[in-house]
């Protein structure tokens, strides 16, 4: 059962730098929740105060992001939200505490906990997960609750082990660091209290600039840098605190940053130690001069857990392939690129044949792991270039790029390393690679669906060929 919002939708007007931050940050662990976990429907809040595991403890949504809600489920809980709808802490009671999540099966459920949307499948397992469950994971800051993610709908039907929980707690744990410091960002987005960061107890660095050198510089901002005072002082120009390759897109020909109000842009330590911050410009008047006041603040954690939530979210959790997700987002780009320069680009289809009697006869534990060692053996046969996928179950796609000749080759060492694998590691167990592929040419129109459908089609092929010789 969901006890969340629905998919956020951002307004169509451009956002300045710094804001739709913590809505970015929201939609990125909403997918890899996805991505990663049997769940098939995520809501994931951001509340508007911490909230405390206590019955008395109230708050409401300030943010949120959702994937897989029907219609009608994501038209209530939005009435909710928007009417102001009151959320508690008696959901977070000890008794429900699984790991560092709570699990609350259905007729448990506090009556405070509103509005409850079960799940539309049905699900028959004994002792399994029901209609009515509800999974909730935390996202706590120095032992606060600020949000949480909300999870329904178990592709495989199991209720929730202490094991199994892990990804989401991880995934909830970087949320917190990345949620924290956009907040900050957005925050000061909004109410544009520039000057106070020029007081010394401030947890953002403020400088003045004037023609090519600083002429104040706060203790947060040395702090931030490494440099002295003096030496922030004399140096000329201050832009060399400046990543050099970010210094042509926030400076204009003068030296002075082109880039009004809120910009991101790389800072460079005095030890050489590279720092992502968040810069804020205003024009202001100093000492009778024209003169530019410089915020910043080190958005390096941030940037770091966004990246992971990135990398997890386009990633098989299992393999450490790609997955379905990041293949359906980059082949387009692919396809594109090798329109522009004519170029060929091959898509190999493949299965592994015998893996069911692998899972059959030594138990699906083992058989996660021999898929971690085929995912090795491909990744070691490919080029640099080329880039794997796990496209669903024992389905592997490899996407080579300028690749139109000499695909037979590497179908064949494939081939070879995957039996030699097998052959050394499960002795009477025949573990084979089937394998089919298409090239698209520039003088051909074929879709990307169609080289899949193709590639799939030969695989099936070459796999009634090996049946036909007696191979298996």
């Given amino acids: 059962m969901l006890t969340s919002q629905k998919d956020y939708s951002p307004t169509s007007e451009r956002a300045r730098p710094g804001e739709g931050a913590v809505q970015r940050i929201l939609d990125d662990v909403a997918r890899a929740v996805i991505a990663q976990t049997p769940y098939q429907r995520v809501v994931v ?128 744990s970087v949320a917190a660091i990345a949620l924290r410091e956009a907040r900050v960002l957005e925050t000061l987005s909004e109410n544009h209290m520039l000057f106070r960061s020029l007081t010394e107890n401030t947890l953002h660095g403020a400088f003045i600039v004037q023609g090519d050198r600083f002429c104040y510089v706060n203790d947060r901002g040395m702090e931030i840098l490494g440099y002295t005072r003096q030496e922030l002082l004399v140096m000329e120009p201050w832009w060399q605190v400046i990543h050099q390759e970010d210094r042509r897109t926030v400076l204009d020909g003068g030296g002075s940053p082109s880039i009004d109000g809120l910009f991101e842009a790389r800072g460079v330590c005095k030890n050489g130690r590279v720092v992502w911050l968040q810069w804020t410009k205003q024009a202001i008047e100093y000492r009778g001069g024209a003169a530019i006041l410089l915020n910043l603040m080190d958005i390096s954690e941030r940037v770091r857990a966004e990246k992971f939530l990135k990398e997890q979210a386009l990633h098989d959790p299992l393999t450490g392939l790609f997955n379905r997700l990041y293949f359906d987002e980059t082949i387009c780009t692919e396809l594109k690129r090798s329109q522009r320069y004519k170029r060929p680009f091959t898509v190999m289809m493949t299965d592994l044949a015998g893996f069911k009697q692998v899972n059959d006869r030594l138990g699906h534990q083992d058989g996660d792991e021999v898929l971690r060692e085929v995912a090795r053996v491909i990744q070691q046969q490919i080029r640099e270039s080329d880039w794997a996928v796990r496209y669903g179950g024992d389905e592997f796609l490899i996407v080579l790029p300028e690749t139109g000749v000499r695909v037979e080759a590497l179908a064949q060492r494939l081939q070879t390393a995957v039996e030699e694998w097998g052959r050394s590691r499960l002795s009477d167990l025949p573990l084979q690679i089937d394998i089919g592929w298409a090239t698209w040419n520039s003088d051909d129109n074929q879709s990307v669906p169609d080289l899949i459908r193709l590639a799939d089609v030969k695989m099936y092929q070459a796999k009634a060929v090996r049946r036909g010789a007696g191979k298996e």
């Fill in 45 to 172: 809040s951001l509340y508007d105060s911490p909230l405390a595991a206590s019955p008395r403890s109230e708050t409401r949504v300030l943010k949120y992001s959702a994937r897989k809600l029907s219609l009608e489920d994501e038209q209530e809980i939005s009435l909710f939200v928007t009417g102001g709808g009151i959320i508690r802490g008696e959901k977070f009671n000890t008794s429900f505490r699984l790991g560092n999540s709570y699990y609350i099966p259905g007729d448990r459920v506090p009556y405070s906990v509103v509005p409850r949307i079960p799940s539309h499948r049905r699900f028959l397992g004994y002792g399994g997960w029901r209609a009515d469950d509800l999974l909730l994971i935390p996202v706590e800051v120095e032992g606060r609750i600020i949000g949480q993610i909300s999870v329904d709908d178990p592709c495989d039907g199991v209720r929730p082990t202490q094991a199994a929980l892990r990804g989401l707690e991880e995934l909830a």
